[in-house]
């Protein structure tokens, strides 16, 4: 069982990574990747994207402490997003100096998950 997860907060943020403990009012979770929702122009048509970027760019830390208080849900991530989740912490480590930001559909859900 992994320990990658996905969390809302209550300011609306969305976000994935890899649970760490809990203490008595907070919730460790390591390398947070921020999940975005961005509505793009596609011919007559307007499509909504996902777009992912490190949670905060501006610190070395890897693991953030979310006070309990301020979170709407925890839950296990879908197992089959589970390596798109730890393949997106790699290249952001690797390029730690910039979120992806050319790619808006950097994270797509595999077709069967959908179904």
Do not use: W
């Not at 011919?43 to 501006?58: L, Q």
């Amino acid at each position: 069982m992994s320990n990658e997860v996905v969390l809302k907060l209550t300011n609306g943020d969305m976000l994935m990574g890899e649970y760490k403990g809990i203490g008595t009012d907070a919730i460790m979770i390591k390398d947070p990747i921020l999940l975005s929702v961005v509505h793009v122009q596609q011919g007559a048509s307007t499509i909504e994207k996902t777009v992912t970027s490190p949670y905060c760019i501006f610190t070395a830390e890897d693991t953030f402490h979310f006070d309990a208080r301020h979170i709407v849900f925890l839950k296990p991530l879908h197992p089959k997003m589970v390596n798109q989740y730890r393949q997106l912490v790699q290249e952001f480590n690797n390029d730690n100096q910039q979120p992806v930001q050319d790619n808006l559909s950097n994270l797509v859900p595999p077709t069967d998950m959908l179904q």
